[in-house]
Each structure stands twice: as C-alpha cells, then as structure tokens.
C-alpha cells in the first residue's frame, strides 16, 4: 500500500513562496504519473498541476508561469515549487497519482494572507 506524506506548506503573505514536498513509499512510483491536488475551504477538491512519469508537465491555468512540479523518482518524491502565492492559493494540498489511485495524505495547509 502506497503511503503519501505531504509537507512545507504554512502562512506567507501575497507574492510570497513555498515549496512543497511529498514523500511516496513504494517502488511503483517511477511508473506513476502524480499530481497536485488542493482543497479551498468550501470547495471540490481540483488538480492543479500533474507530471507523468517521464517528466512532462502541466498545470491548471490558475497557476501556470507561478508553480513549477518536479520528481525525483529515485528518492520517491514530487515537489511543486508555488512562487508569487496569491490569496486564492489558499487550501490544503494533497499529492496523489494521476488518475487517483492511493489513499489521500493528510495534506498540508498553505495560507496566503496579509
């Protein structure tokens, strides 16, 4: 069973930057493609940006030329670097196979705020 841990989320004010980790057990990991996804207060849980297994990228408009996901399959992890951080960014983010396969992490809160 797949475990995913996410991390390096908190408060930062607009314009600000994070970056995220997420920590995967289980060797099919290189074989997966993986997203970011994230949760608003209220709100559906969306994708906001995915790399398949070979590195190609994409993103949600939202977030394109501001957050930047990579992997290192060799260490089982995904990042995704979150640079000039609007309010809007605010939610909790969850990393998880694309399509979702495993069990959701616990997440990590980002609050963008002044």
């Known amino acids: 069973q797949v475990q995913l841990v996410e991390s390096g989320g908190g408060l930062v004010q607009p314009g600000g930057s994070l970056r995220l980790s997420c920590a995967a057990s289980?060797?099919?990991?290189?074989?997966?493609?993986m997203g970011w996804y994230r949760q608003a207060p209220g709100k559906g849980r969306e994708l906001v940006a995915s790399?398949?297994?070979?590195?190609?990228?994409n993103y949600v408009d939202s977030v394109k030329g501001r957050f930047t996901i990579s992997r290192d399959n060799a260490k089982n992890l995904v990042t995704l670097q979150m640079n000039s951080l609007k309010p809007e960014d605010t939610a909790v983010y969850y990393c998880?196979?694309?399509?979702?396969?495993?069990?959701w992490g616990r997440g990590t809160q980002v609050t963008v705020s002044s």
């Open positions: 289980g060797s099919i990991f290189s074989a997966r493609a």
């Open positions: 998880n196979s694309l399509p979702r396969l495993y069990n």
């Open positions: 790399i398949s297994s070979s590195g190609g990228t």
